[in-house]
């Protein structure tokens, strides 16, 4: 049986809707539920090999996008620890975007 995707498309389609669930006006429903509110985490990324972001030149990919909201998510953050500093970053549309969705 098929759907009419090839495997890129269903791989697409499902990071569609796993983005719109973490990234909603709700937030993710399962951290909410699990993790408490005021909770603060840390965590140390470690590459065992070089990585790539593949895939990033095509603006209307869900893997772009999941990048750049998160690239986005993580400035603004830092934007709230330094004063808005660089105030031409923490002023870009991108960012404030991330701040007042609460990403």
Known sequence: MSSGHDDAGLASDLLNLALREDLGDDGDITSKAFIPAESVSRAK????????????????????????????????SICQTTGNMPADVCTSPAVKTAVHKGL
């Open 45 to 76: 990324i470690v590459a065992r090999e070089g990585c790539i972001a593949s895939g990033l030149s095509t603006a209307s990919s869900p893997f772009t996008a999941a990048i750049l909201s998160a690239a986005n998510y993580l400035t603004a």
